[in-house]
């Protein structure tokens, strides 16, 4: 998939390595819409970009269907959904519960949905600057959905990153950090994904 012109809707592109995934896809051509929780965070990417002639909308994560709505007025369609899994708790297993759990309910609502609005490729990020077990759960979760869905629309890669290095999360503008997991390895696993040819789904492991 050649990137100029795609439509990317990136979930919670306002944490972890959300805006530079976002400024990287604009710079190779991507329109981006990005749900926030943070309107500050947010009005600063879309600022960034914009200075770049990038092409951005911001939408405050709330009603799914109410953004949905905005993002085909504003674009007309979506043709990569991303949903930016960062994992930023250091907690151990014990403390894994249904609560944990409804924190991602947003990223399952979009898998969920994908169906009704989504034309190219589905791409979920996991990651954290952890690898203990509360990490893996999550990994675990998103890459088993993303498995079990069968779709003739759209293609599934599942990015997993573990003890990406938390001091260069949005600070990884330099491109060759020599032994650091960085923003920078993320967004180029995510290009990588768009123009392959390989129509197959993957899952991409990161690692030291």
């Given at each position: 998939?050649?990137?100029?012109?795609?439509?990317?809707?990136?979930?919670?592109?306002?944490?972890?390595?959300?805006?530079?995934?976002?400024?990287?896809?604009?710079?190779?051509?991507?329109?981006?819409?990005?749900?926030y929780?943070?309107?500050?965070?947010?009005?600063?990417?879309?600022?960034?970009?914009?200075?770049?002639e990038?092409?951005?909308?911001?939408?405050?994560?709330?009603?799914?269907?109410e953004?949905?709505?905005n993002?085909?007025?504003?674009?007309?369609?979506?043709?990569?959904?991303?949903?930016?899994?960062?994992?930023?708790?250091?907690?151990?297993?014990?403390?894994?519960?249904?609560?944990?759990?409804?924190?991602?309910?947003?990223?399952?609502?979009?898998?969920?949905?994908?169906?009704?609005?989504?034309?190219?490729?589905?791409?979920?990020?996991?990651?954290?600057?952890?690898?203990?077990?509360?990490?893996?759960?999550?990994?675990?979760?998103?890459?088993?959905?993303?498995?079990?869905?069968?779709?003739?629309k759209?293609?599934?890669?599942?990015?997993?990153?573990?003890?990406?290095?938390?001091?260069?999360?949005?600070?990884?503008?330099?491109?060759?950090?020599?032994?650091?997991?960085?923003?920078?390895?993320?967004?180029?696993?995510?290009?990588?994904?768009?123009?392959?040819?390989?129509?197959?789904?993957?899952?991409?492991?990161?690692?030291?």
């Open positions: 998939m050649n990137p100029v012109d795609k439509v990317v809707l990136i979930i919670n592109g306002d944490a972890g390595s959300g805006s530079y995934i976002a400024e990287n896809l604009a710079k190779n051509g991507c329109k981006i819409a990005l749900t929780n943070n309107k500050s965070i947010a009005e600063n990417i879309k600022k960034r970009i914009e200075k770049v990038g092409i951005i909308n911001i939408y405050k994560n709330d009603d799914i269907e953004i949905l709505k993002v085909k007025n504003d674009f007309g369609v979506v043709n990569i959904l991303i949903n930016n899994i960062y994992v930023s708790d250091d907690k151990n297993i014990d403390e894994f519960s249904l609560n944990t759990l409804n924190e991602y309910d947003i990223y399952y609502n979009y898998l969920k949905a994908a169906d009704r609005f989504l034309s190219g490729i589905l791409i979920n990020i996991v990651y954290s600057p952890y690898g203990n077990m509360y990490y893996k759960s999550i990994k675990k979760i998103f890459n088993n959905i993303a498995e079990n869905i069968k779709n003739d759209y293609r599934i890669i599942s990015i997993n990153v573990d003890k990406i290095d938390v001091k260069f999360i949005d600070e990884s503008r330099i491109p060759d950090m020599k032994g650091k997991i960085t923003s920078n390895d993320i967004a180029n696993a995510i290009i990588f994904s768009l123009v392959e040819e390989n129509l197959s789904n993957k899952i991409i492991d990161l690692s030291l």
